[in-house]
């Protein structure tokens, strides 16, 4: 895994500002993510995977599963603060579904620093827009790495 | 529906709160070919979960224990494919409110928000499972979507022994199906949405012709030579119909200005700052200011035009501020 | 300038439904009910009826209604266009109707579900039809996300505290007074909910400069009212609240929500343009004015109503609020019902019904004495402005 290793880069607090914002982040869409994130987070809800069943349900397509959004939270919150940084909390609204053939793009901002005993934390707000609007906003708390690197 | 019934609705359901249901047993202990099947699916290559030089290396946990994502919290303990839960999960349902709002008509269930605490990551051979309390039902609201109640769940995430690993506040709307109108068509396939495309009909064609033409035109009537926008066909000074066009340098001030944040529409991006500019030729001219943040807009700030095609068959005089003149050298 | 309708017709019956985010009917009989409730007010019937008149925007036809409430015949029958700015406009008809001997009495109504239906501040508002003048305004906006109200009117608003030193504060203060009014009518929405100053500066912004608690909340409900010659309002039990004057307002800057490109954003050219004319016809001054019932859709433009129609200079309206004038017990109370801010948005007709009732002296928030009240029209469109006079 080496070869994925070197992009990540612990942010530490020195680093940071407040009003400083995260590297946007693009995930195509594609009927492949929707399942294999579906199957991967257990959620066997048929509108994940059968587009007929989806349909039937009054929407366009199979979309994407709420687990997986909050796993690609997750992503996007450490592949921005490193390995070394810990999530602390994640709070966010749902809004327009993630369907087949969209692109969304993640985007976030530094809203405030604080400290929780010896521990730096960067307090984040986020959003994930798609074609359609947003699907995802919210904000999270990330415990930084206490060393770069 | 009145108000009376939600308000007897209420009633009956609020007693079904604070119960605290559970256990949900999981299936398997975290295992690493879940924690990887995760990670792959998801494309999360956090050296952190799979990498185990780099934990022994560079973190607090143990090299030979894989670390599942803090976001997995909730799948340890779901149903299986046949929709079981664990062995050993209670069987007291804890979605009897959801049951009790379902025979009073609302049908719909839609996850609103989430709210979490991740209080430790898990570890390969951890042991999940989670108890559920629902502790609020909120009064009936109106939303986009219809009629409905805002139910949120406690999920408590538990591991071997009994400790909190990760917690979260789960808000569903418990809403009413609005019933189709006879012949409601098919949902059609999901579209991105684009800008409203201006109207371009014979007194404004030639506005946005220009800017596709690389051009911002403004209207000037050819008798008096007053200048005009938007375009209107009759020269309010003089009354005449003749006009032809003088091609603007995009060059003017901020005469005012706002800065939208809700509703947030799409396609824009938000904040969303709309300024209105006084052109150096004298007309004024509605666009966004892209670039400067909120607290930096100033009235009488110096901005520039770039014309900017924000999709296809759109293009836009879109303003920046203007930067420091430089003096060309002779 | 003629004056023949002042003073020739009053309103003598005023009917409303309740006011909510979801009436659970159709526009169809929100109109019906409210029109029905204002004739049973005045103790008038439907064949009564001869006249109607409306707004554009108002989705409800004159001829059913005219059915469905008992009616015979209609002589006369109007509509005025430009949403809010067309609260007024419909009494300057009716007036005029009844002062020329066209018809004797008139049915005026406003119904709609705003908030479970179309919603104007959603953005969502316009149809495509490219006929459509509203459409071919805002072409001019709408492909750069610029197609809410609030964020119109915010950059009046923010001219306004450019050129007068007003703050955000000072808009909140208006905001304030309103929910103060509207905590003790129980029919407000904020009815029981008042807030502070300190509440409005943390609520979110909405578009710079205005914040969610300087924007009235889209509402359901239907508001009517019953006008007939002074003559026949003699013989009806209620007091009649005579219309002493009564005026619509364009002028050559007006546009729908964006008049951008005149001398200056930060006034209202339109009251500017009739107000001395509202006086003058009612041969009245600002202060003979005992309340006053302003269009306040967002907080920011109840100010340059204030200096238009006199009761400050121009600028010095943020001073006027802050020494409390516009409150509960002050030298002019603004919107004793708590306005479209505190009450309901039904397009400024409330704000009408408000000022029949502190004539009456029936109001629940009641300033003593009352007799003259200034009502105006929406601002930032054509619109339009009346005194209603204690009969």
Request: hydrophobic share 35%; no cysteine; net charge negative.
């Given at each position: 895994m080496s070869d994925v290793n070197h992009k990540f880069k612990n942010v530490i607090a020195?680093?940071?500002?407040?009003g400083d914002a995260l590297p946007e982040f693009e995930l195509p869409i594609t009927a492949k993510l929707v399942v294999s994130t579906a199957m991967a987070s257990q959620d066997f809800q048929d509108v994940h995977h059968d587009k007929d069943a989806a349909i039937a349900k009054g929407t366009p397509d199979i979309f994407m599963n709420i687990l997986t959004t909050n796993g690609f939270v997750g992503r996007y919150l450490t592949d921005w603060a490193g390995p070394g940084s810990r999530i602390k909390k994640i709070q966010f609204n749902l809004g327009a579904p993630n369907y087949p053939g969209d692109t969304m793009i993640m985007s976030g901002e530094v809203t405030e620093l604080s400290q929780d005993g010896e521990h730096h934390l960067a307090h984040v707000n986020f959003k994930g827009k798609n074609g359609m609007g947003n699907h995802v906003s919210g904000t999270a708390i990330v415990q930084l790495a206490t060393v770069a690197g | 529906m009145s108000d009376s019934s939600a308000a007897d609705i209420l009633e009956r359901i609020k007693p079904l709160m604070h119960k605290r249901v559970g256990p949900y047993n999981s299936w398997n202990p975290v295992s690493r070919t879940q924690i990887w099947q995760w990670c792959s699916a998801m494309g999360d290559h956090n050296p952190l979960y799979l990498d185990d030089q780099y934990r022994a290396e560079h973190s607090e946990f143990s090299r030979d224990k894989a670390v599942a994502?803090?976001?997995?919290?909730?799948?340890?303990s779901m149903r299986d494919v046949n929709g079981n839960d664990g062995p050993g999960s209670t069987t007291d349902n804890l979605f009897e409110i959801l049951a009790a709002l379902e025979e009073e008509g609302y049908e719909g269930i839609m996850a609103v928000s989430y709210d979490q605490t991740f209080h430790r990551y898990l570890e390969e051979g951890d042991r999940a499972h989670h108890y559920s309390t629902i502790i609020n039902v909120s009064d009936l609201k109106t939303t986009g979507i219809g009629k409905g109640f805002f139910v949120t769940q406690l999920a408590e995430f538990m591991d071997q022994n009994d400790e909190l690993f990760a917690e979260a506040r789960i808000t569903y709307f418990k809403y009413q199906v609005p019933k189709k109108p006879a012949g409601a068509s098919k949902p059609s396939a999901p579209g991105k949405i684009n800008r409203i495309h201006p109207v371009e009909n014979h007194d404004h064609e030639h506005f946005w012709q220009g800017l596709r033409d690389g051009k911002l035109l403004i209207q000037k009537c050819d008798d008096c030579g007053e200048l005009r926008h938007p375009p209107q066909p009759m020269c309010e000074h003089c009354q005449s119909l003749n006009w032809s066009t003088i091609e603007s340098k995009g060059k003017g001030t901020v005469y005012t200005y706002t800065v939208m944040h809700?509703?947030?529409?799409?396609p824009f991006d938000y904040p969303n700052a709309i300024v209105l500019v006084d052109l150096e030729e004298g007309v004024r001219i509605v666009s966004q200011l892209i670039g400067t943040k909120p607290d930096d807009i100033k009235i009488g700030m110096p901005v520039e035009m770039k014309l900017t095609e924000v999709q296809e068959d759109m293009t836009l005089p879109l303003f920046h501020a203007a930067g420091p003149k430089i003096e060309e050298k002779p | 300038m003629s004056n023949t309708l002042s003073r020739k017709a009053a309103i003598v019956g005023i009917g409303a439904t309740e006011f909510s985010k979801d009436s659970g009917r159709s526009e169809m009989q929100l109109a019906c009910e409210a029109v029905k409730a204002a004739l049973d007010d005045a103790g008038?019937?439907?064949?009564?009826?001869?006249g109607m008149s409306s707004f554009s925007m108002d989705n409800n036809w004159e001829n059913e209604i005219l059915r469905q409430v008992g009616g015979k015949e209609l002589k006369f029958f109007s509509r005025t266009e430009f949403g809010g700015g067309a609260a007024c406009g419909p009494f300057v008809h009716a007036a005029t109707a009844i002062a020329s001997g066209l018809c004797d009495t008139v049915v005026i109504y406003r119904a709609l579900n705003e908030r479970s239906g179309l919603r104007f501040g959603s953005g969502q508002m316009m149809n495509n039809s490219p006929l459509d003048p509203n459409i071919i305004n805002f072409s001019h906006y709408f492909p750069y996300g610029f197609m809410t109200p609030a964020a119109w009117i915010a950059f009046s608003a923010r001219r306004y505290m450019h050129e007068y030193g007003a703050t955000s504060e000072d808009f909140g203060r208006v905001a304030v007074a309103m929910r103060d009014f509207a905590a003790t009518n129980p029919n407000a929405f904020f009815y029981e909910r008042p807030i502070t100053l300190e509440e409005h500066q943390a609520s979110r912004m909405i578009a710079d400069p205005l914040r969610l608690y300087d924007c009235c909340q889209e509402s359901d409900g239907a508001v009517a009212f019953v006008v007939t010659s002074v003559e026949r309002a003699k013989d009806l039990a209620n007091t009649p609240a005579v219309i002493a004057s009564a005026r619509q307002s364009i002028v050559k800057e007006s546009r729908m929500m964006t008049p951008f490109y005149g001398e200056t954003l930060s006034g209202i050219p339109e009251f500017d343009a009739c107000a001395g004319e509202v006086y003058s016809m009612a041969g009245l001054s600002p202060s003979d004015i005992d309340v006053a019932c302003l269009y306040d859709h967002f907080s920011p433009w109840v100010l340059p109503q204030l200096e238009a129609f006199g009761f400050c200079d121009r600028g010095e309206a943020k001073d006027f609020v802050k020494d409390g004038h516009i409150n509960r017990g002050g030298k002019l109370p603004v919107n004793?019902?708590?306005g479209q801010l505190g009450e309901a948005y039904i397009h400024g007709m409330n704000g009408i019904a408000e000022a029949v009732r502190q004539i009456r002296g029936s109001s629940v928030n009641q300033v003593e004495k009352v007799d003259h009240v200034l009502i105006t029209a929406g601002a930032g469109v054509p619109t339009g402005a009346a005194i209603l006079e204690r009969g």
């Open positions: 020195s680093d940071l500002s407040v | 994502p803090p976001a997995m919290m909730q799948m340890w809700y509703p947030e529409i799409p | 008038l019937k439907g064949s009564d009826i001869d004793p019902h708590g």
